[in-house]
């Protein structure tokens, strides 16, 4: 009876190992390198963003996503609290925040909704974890691959709306540029608390747009 015990507590044991494993991220920073490929021989307005960085402050039901690139920065920022959406951009002396409501934010990304992904028993080592591949499709039928870690799991995944319903972090994923392919791999991972100041919106020196207004822009 004794052995049929360990054999059976054995077997608990490493059920549970995975979900021991995976770590849930509620706050924190994720840094993100960005590789744009044109394929061509002369520089293109594209290649303005090779070398670009993202990079998503996470607190709670807050995130933002910051955009660097030699043309200018770009921020999304998502309240969960207040379920509100705010774009900031700032392109030389052109800036802007473009507040979009909830059904906004829905249409701005009406092409990833219904993602539906593909897994494979293939893996790599990203900043030390270890990751999955998942092939996602589109509505419009466009592909794109997608390396995940479930070793973690983002409590608030509002920051990547294509990549939502995967069962861990994106840490490589591809996105389209027009016909171009861009590909996002992270470069750092921090946990360290994200102060609230991060999520404040700027009072003075921009042009305020609703999100129809921004769309009459182009």
Same mark, same amino acid.
């Given at each position: 009876? $004794?052995?049929?015990?360990?054999?059976?507590?054995?077997?608990?044991?490493?059920?549970?190992?995975?979900?021991?494993?995976?770590?849930? @991220?509620?706050?924190?920073?994720?840094?993100?390198?960005?590789?744009?490929?044109?394929?061509?021989?002369?520089?293109?307005?594209?290649?303005?963003?090779?070398?670009?960085? &993202?990079?998503?402050?996470?607190?709670?039901? $807050? %995130? $933002?996503? =910051?955009?660097?690139?030699?043309?200018?920065? /770009?921020?999304?920022?998502?309240?969960?609290?207040?379920? %509100?959406? #705010?774009?900031?951009?700032?392109?030389?002396? /052109?800036?802007?925040?473009?507040?979009?409501?909830?059904?906004?934010?829905?249409?701005?990304?009406?092409? @990833?909704?219904?993602? &539906?992904?593909?897994?494979?028993?293939? #893996?790599?080592?990203?900043?030390?974890?270890?990751?999955?591949?998942?092939?996602?499709?589109?509505?419009?039928?466009?592909?794109?691959?997608?390396?995940?870690?479930?070793?973690?799991?983002?409590?608030?995944?509002? @920051? /990547?709306?294509?990549? /939502? %319903?995967?069962?861990?972090?994106?840490?490589?994923? =591809?996105?389209?540029?027009?016909?171009?392919?861009?590909?996002?791999?992270? %470069?750092?991972?921090?946990?360290?608390?994200?102060?609230?100041?991060?999520?404040?919106?700027?009072? &003075?020196?921009?042009?305020?747009?609703?999100? =129809?207004?921004?769309?009459? $822009?182009?």
């Amino acid at each position: 009876m $004794r052995t049929l015990f360990n054999i059976l507590l054995l077997v608990l044991l490493g059920s549970s190992l995975p979900a021991m494993a995976q770590k849930r @991220f509620t706050e924190g920073t994720i840094s993100y390198d960005i590789v744009i490929n044109t394929g061509a021989n002369k520089p293109q307005a594209a290649d303005l963003l090779n070398g670009a960085t &993202s990079t998503v402050y996470v607190k709670g039901l $807050r %995130s $933002r996503t =910051e955009m660097v690139s030699s043309l200018g920065t /770009q921020a999304t920022i998502v309240d969960g609290v207040k379920n %509100s959406v #705010t774009i900031i951009k700032e392109y030389g002396d /052109q800036k802007y925040i473009i507040n979009l409501t909830p059904a906004n934010w829905k249409e701005a990304n009406q092409k @990833f909704e219904n993602v &539906s992904f593909t897994y494979s028993n293939d #893996t790599k080592k990203i900043l030390g974890y270890t990751c999955k591949k998942a092939v996602g499709k589109l509505a419009d039928g466009t592909t794109f691959t997608v390396w995940y870690t479930p070793e973690l799991v983002p409590e608030n995944k509002d @920051f /990547q709306y294509v990549n /939502q %319903s995967l069962p861990g972090l994106a840490m490589e994923y =591809e996105s389209n540029l027009g016909s171009l392919k861009v590909t996002y791999t992270v %470069s750092n991972i921090s946990f360290n608390p994200v102060p609230a100041a991060k999520f404040d919106i700027p009072r &003075s020196g921009y042009r305020v747009m609703t999100y =129809e207004e921004s769309k009459g $822009r182009g």
